[in-house]
């Protein structure tokens, strides 16, 4: 039985993690516009609903198909480090590692260009209309979600006493929002009016405002305010200290978001695309290549031969990802290596029938693997000194500041056949102080960055620090088929993985797919600082049939059972083989939420 229905209509679809957000893309289709126009005005209003999880400030991979082309485009949306962001720049500060929160880690806003040139390039809708359920919601007002009010009020005092400009736009009366109640952000509305008349401005045709409103952002006043602000602020953040900010407005003049093609793997009758190692979107078709030979379908899906095959696979996969992966365009990623068939099947020899406890990186053309510095949490005492600088006599809430962040994901796909899918994330109101006047923090997403010399992912000025985000589209024959993706910082490439050979292995519709029990290992390091890890250990929804958790046990897997239904917010759009339109959405959270025409 499923919480919810899967969607089907004859003029769209939108899933996103929040039901204004779906409703806000449905009324783009409504009113003629394209998937990606609805993808467009949903993505702007979760910058608004969703600021704990995202905002102008962050970033956003996006794969987009027009209909009719047989093939996918990646539009980055992710932005680079500063000039100033040398290893040195840190290193002299005493840090061996890059900050979680604060101004340190801040990098290029990519969301906003990123989103405004899928608009001119692959919509049809002037940026008015797409802009104006944003602006309506940060104007006036919507309700603040649950999370959001307790994270607020975890932060009040920090709001309130030190990142104030965050606590004018946060709190209300000098304390933070209730779950529900109806909250607004000026300051944001006036951000985005003023992008929109600085564009209509200009004068220029429909495209040429898409064009006004980029260098509105990156060359003009909200450039101007950034530089103004981090030319003189030093603020606290998570090592304990205050700190000042590399960024700069020549970064931002410097940067435009471009279009590069996708990676693909064959599986089955579909191809799946997933953008580059700049984000963590191969380590998805190297799970995918590992498993091709295993037979899934034979495998009850809460069985514990599935999960231990899964899990056993994700190991070696982001074992790849923590040595090999990094910008492309800055570092040699061995990437035709990684998805080389000879690779993967030396790879898969190594798939035992007891759990794995090592983190196992391959050597794709002989090469040796490099492994960043991670926090075992397995080992005790585990204080090395690297992680002591970022923990010890800190305030504690100072450490909520640097706690993993999460994602958003908007997914559309329109009766013509253009589809979209990308998560929005980053520049989240926990991390970083809002900039005055603008009404929304940076990113911190610098944090992903190594220190370490010599690898991929190492910091360097210009350079994308590699991320979780991670958003898939696949086609069948050239034509679109589903978009889908998850929050959840590096458990997005499992958790996705999951829903989709759900649907091609254990033959269930998207939404059946999207609901059934999920799982993860939390073997994974995670992206964020301070990079820990829990070797061994397999995490399970609550509900799991006991004899089958026991048989992981026996196998050596140490098994996390969590609540139940509280792993992912997937969301799905797609096109049926008789040309409708489906959308589907987790019920986990009550909040993603589908719409279908």
């Known amino acids: 039985m499923l919480f919810r ?92 590692v890059v900050p979680g929160s604060g101004l340190l880690p801040a990098v290029v806003p990519g969301a906003v260009g990123a989103w405004l040139r899928l608009l001119k390039e692959y919509g049809t809708l002037p940026l008015e209309d797409v802009l104006e359920p944003a602006i309506g919601y940060a104007e006036n007002g919507y309700p603040a979600l649950p999370k959001c009010a307790a994270m607020i009020g975890a932060l009040t005092e920090l709001f309130r006493d030190t990142w104030t400009e965050s606590g004018r736009t946060y709190l209300r009366n000098g304390r933070a929002p209730r779950a529900g109640e109806r909250v607004t952000n000026p300051a944001l509305a006036r951000t985005y009016r003023r992008l929109l008349a600085e564009a209509k401005a200009s004068g220029r045709d429909r495209e040429g405002q898409m064009d006004a409103a980029t260098e509105a952002f990156y060359g003009g006043f909200v450039a101007e305010a950034i530089d103004t602000y981090l030319a003189k602020a030093e603020e606290l953040d998570s090592t304990g200290r205050r700190n000042s900010g590399l960024l700069t407005g020549a970064d931002l003049m410097a940067w435009r978001p471009h279009v590069e093609r996708p990676l693909t793997l064959d599986h089955r009758s579909l191809t799946v695309h997933k953008a580059g190692p700049w984000s963590q979107g191969p380590v998805f078709l190297q799970q995918l290549a590992l498993l091709a030979d295993a037979d899934l379908a034979a495998t009850g899906p809460q069985s514990a031969e599935y999960v231990h095959t899964v899990v056993e696979a994700a190991k070696l996969a982001f074992a790849d990802r923590e040595a090999w992966y990094g910008d492309p365009d800055h570092a040699d990623v061995p990437l035709d290596a990684l998805l080389d068939p000879a690779y993967t099947a030396a790879r898969r020899a190594l798939l035992g029938a007891q759990a794995s406890r090592e983190l196992r990186p391959g050597r794709p053309d002989g090469r040796e693997p490099l492994l960043p510095p991670l926090h075992d949490e397995s080992v005790a005492p585990a204080d090395p000194a690297w992680l002591g600088e970022l923990e010890q006599g800190i305030p504690a809430i100072m450490k909520l500041t640097a706690a993993t962040g999460d994602t958003c994901c908007v997914s559309v796909t329109d009766a013509a056949g253009n589809m979209v899918v990308a998560t929005p994330s980053g520049g989240w109101l926990k991390s970083s102080p809002v900039v005055p006047g603008l009404g929304f923090p940076l990113g911190t997403r610098g944090q992903m960055a190594t220190l370490t010399p010599g690898h991929p992912n190492t910091l360097a000025p210009g350079k994308r620090p590699r991320t979780t985000l991670s958003p898939t589209l696949v086609l069948r024959e050239g034509r679109p088929y589903l978009a889908f993706g998850t929050p959840g910082g590096d458990q997005q490439d499992q958790w996705t993985l999951s829903f989709f050979l759900h649907h091609t292995e254990h033959r269930m519709g998207p939404q059946a797919a999207i609901e059934a029990r999920t799982f993860h290992t939390d073997h994974v390091p995670t992206s964020f600082a301070p990079r820990r890890f829990r070797p061994g250990t397999v995490v399970l929804e609550g509900g799991w049939p006991a004899a089958e958790v026991e048989a992981l046990r026996r196998r050596g897997h140490q098994v996390d059972l969590v609540a139940d239904y509280s792993l992912s917010k997937v969301c799905a759009t797609g096109l049926t083989g008789d040309g409708l339109v489906l959308g589907a959405a987790s019920p986990r959270g009550a909040q993603a939420y589908a719409v279908a025409g």
Do not use: Y
């Open 5 to 96: 229905p899967e969607l089907h209509g004859t003029r769209g679809a939108v899933a996103s993690t929040h039901w204004l957000a779906s409703t806000a893309g449905m009324s783009m289709l409504n009113r003629g516009g394209n998937a990606f126009d609805a993808a467009t005005a949903a993505a702007f209003v979760i910058q608004v609903v969703e600021p704990h999880l995202n905002g102008p400030g962050g970033d956003v991979p996006i794969l987009a198909h027009r209909a009719g082309s047989g093939s996918v485009d990646v539009v980055c949306g992710q932005g680079p480090m500063p000039a100033a962001a040398t290893v040195e720049a840190f290193t002299d500060r005493g840090l061996a």
